[in-house]
């Protein structure tokens, strides 16, 4: 423990000395990512072969949809439209590539994982689809149910005619019903899994399928398909029946469920656990205050839960340092650090985390990402008037 709190100050000292209060504002957003930033960037938008445009392309877009819903700034989702065209544009099928099994999916290949060997990735699918089902909920005006204060009406939005709406979902559904055969009931009635991609009879990671629990719910609502409501449910449900409170009253999880059999029950105590690291953990933990606002599987004791987790568990507040862990214990790891500002999607009703998260990014990070800083413009305590 003392050597993690000794080399978290010496690798974050402090010394930017920036302000944050313009720091997290729409100025300093526009500033460092303006319109022409965008414009280059989706024109040239990665492919997946790398896994690219799941792990950075998509988290951009999402940015532009979390500024959209704090600003209701139309441009921020035409932006957000065109990641979309653009995403699906580069799909398997469209481009005529093929997986190790010679198969054009409607997904995006990638030989991140297994080199020399071309896959669609289940995490991958999730993760490049959420942002454009955000789009296409807030091109029906019901972005509000997702994210507080958003717009309430649809916008005008002449760029994205009915029939292409009704195109990208086909296109999205299409994408999310690649793993239908994976598929699995859990150990209780309520809950089901996917199967890893590589790994028989071993679940998803919960990363991957809580943001495509949370997908689902997105399609079921919009198009209306009552079996993906139902898998979505029963995927979130899968990570809740695994989380363990901790001494400090958060919540405690693994990276990945164990493989399902009778002998393996579906929780642990927190001292069986092995926690895991905040930046696979923003990842798991990102969809759910979102499905929470839904009504789906998490409620408000469970988003105070995951608030402590942040304020008690990976904010030290005695040491004024970020463990890298979810809570098992205190450590630290430069590789995991630069996602902290992630858990800033914890903190709509939580401001000494919003704070303790801003007040780090301040004084540590020059150029944050997109996605973080659009988190400190919508999820500001004080916002009455989007920060601008």
């Known amino acids: 423990m003392r050597g993690a709190v000794t080399q978290f100050w010496v690798d974050h000292p402090g010394g930017l000395g920036q302000d944050p209060r313009t720091y997290g504002s729409v100025t300093h957003f526009e500033q460092l990512y303006p319109d022409r930033f965008w414009t280059a960037y989706l024109d040239t938008l990665p492919d997946n072969e790398d896994g690219k445009l799941a792990w950075e392309a998509s988290r951009h877009a999402l940015a532009l949809v979390t500024m959209y819903a704090a600003t209701g700034r139309e441009r921020y989702l035409e932006l957000a439209w065109e990641y979309s065209l653009q995403a699906m544009a580069r799909r398997d099928d469209r481009i005529g590539r093929v997986d190790f099994r010679n198969r054009s999916l409607p997904a995006w290949g ?31 005006g019901d972005l509000a149910l997702v994210y507080e204060n958003a717009p309430a009406a649809p916008p005008a939005a002449p760029w ?7 195109s990208l979902l086909a296109d999205c559904l299409a994408a999310l019903d690649v793993y239908g055969d994976r598929y699995r009931p859990g150990a209780t009635p309520e809950e089901a899994y996917y199967l890893d991609d590589t790994l028989p009879r071993q679940p998803q990671p919960f990363n991957a399928q809580n943001v495509f629990g949370y997908d689902l719910e ?15 449910a029963a995927l979130l449900q899968f990570f809740k029946n695994r989380l363990a409170v901790s001494a400090e009253g958060g919540y405690i999880w693994e990276y990945a469920a164990a493989p399902i059999s009778p002998s393996n029950p579906p929780s642990l105590p927190p001292d069986v656990l092995k926690c895991e690291e905040i930046s696979h953990g923003y990842v798991t933990i990102e969809p759910i205050p979102k499905a929470a606002r839904l009504g789906v599987v998490f409620d408000a004791t469970d988003m105070d839960r995951f608030a402590r987790t942040l304020t008690k568990q990976v904010y030290r507040e005695e040491y004024g340092m970020f ?4 809570g098992c214990k205190i450590a630290y790891s430069p590789n995991y650090i630069d996602r902290i500002g992630g858990w800033l999607c914890l903190t709509a009703h939580e401001p000494a985390g919003y704070r303790a ?3 780090y990014l301040a004084e540590n990070v020059a150029d944050p990402i997109p996605l973080y800083l659009a988190y400190l413009v919508l999820f500001d305590p004080e916002r009455a008037d989007a920060r601008d």
Request: no cysteine; aromatic share 4%; charged share 30%.
């Open 110 to 140: 990638s030989t991140r994982y297994l080199p020399g060997k071309r896959a669609v990735f289940f995490v991958h699918t999730g993760l490049i689809v959420e942002p454009i089902l955000e789009t296409l909920l807030a091109l029906r």
């Open 218 to 232: 997105l399609a079921a609502r919009l198009a209306g398909r009552e079996e993906d409501r139902a898998r979505a």
């Open 357 to 359: 998260v801003e007040r």
């Open 323 to 326: 463990s890298t862990l979810v």
């Open 160 to 166: 994205a005619s009915p029939a292409a709406r009704d």
